[in-house]
């Protein structure tokens, strides 16, 4: 498949999974942009600095890039602790970055991946499907997500733009930076192993949709900090 013109913005890809993304689309063509808080100062694609936490001048910086092949919501944050013991800035953080920036940025890109017929990825987490303590918001917010997408995917689908909604394991990234927890010595995935996972969704044949991919650690054990 060519991917020599196309264009894929990615969110979040200062760091972790979304960076890691964002080097593999470049490396397989595309002319990435990416967005997030601080860059290193060597990256293989396009790089645009700001704070995601402000969506109208994050959905403003996004205006005059043009249609896209391919939308990656990679862009979150993640506090702990038992829901009563959350400030309240923390809650709202949670909801504008994880679930209401994904939103609306699909709905800014949604004209030109249906002219180009192109994709959303949307990362989402294994906190989606399960009863998280210590993570009650997170674990709701990215259940939004992963309902959003799975709906979107049927409302566009005949329109030809794919929605993939990716629900990774435990990563060993700085979003746990708050947790109380950590994994243990070899039971949580690498950012290169779920990029990896999502180009081979990415690259699957025309027609064919890996409409949710949930990607685990083969062992998984945590310790308390």
Do not use: W
Not at 47 to 69: Q, Y
Request: charged content about 25%; glycine content about 8%.
């Amino acid at each position: 498949m060519e991917m020599t013109s196309k264009t894929a913005v990615v969110t979040g890809a200062s760091s972790g999974i979304g960076r890691a993304i964002a080097k593999m689309l470049s490396s397989e063509g595309y002319d990435v942009i990416g967005f997030g808080r601080k860059f290193e100062a060597d990256n293989p694609f396009r790089t645009v600095e700001m704070d995601l936490t402000d969506i109208p001048r994050a959905l403003n910086a996004m205006t005059d890039i043009g249609p896209v092949d391919i939308l990656v919501n990679c862009a979150g944050c993640a506090y702990y602790g038992v829901h009563g013991q959350l400030a309240s800035g923390e809650i709202s953080e949670m909801v504008r970055v994880d679930l209401e920036l994904p939103m609306l940025l699909c709905r800014q890109f949604l004209p030109g991946l249906r002219e180009r017929k192109g994709m959303i990825v949307n990362i989402a987490s294994v906190t989606a499907t399960r009863i998280n303590t210590h993570a009650a918001c997170y674990g709701a917010v990215k259940a939004g997500l992963r309902s959003f997408g799975r709906s979107l995917f049927e409302e566009e689908r005949k329109n030809g733009v794919k929605v993939i909604t990716v629900c990774p394991d435990l990563t060993d990234t700085a979003l746990y930076r708050n947790a109380d927890f950590a994994p243990d010595s070899g039971s949580c995935l690498t950012a290169d192993e779920v990029a990896r996972a999502v180009m081979n969704a990415v690259t699957a044949p025309e027609g064919v949709v890996i409409s949710e991919l949930e990607i685990r650690p083969q062992f998984n054990k945590i310790v308390k900090k």
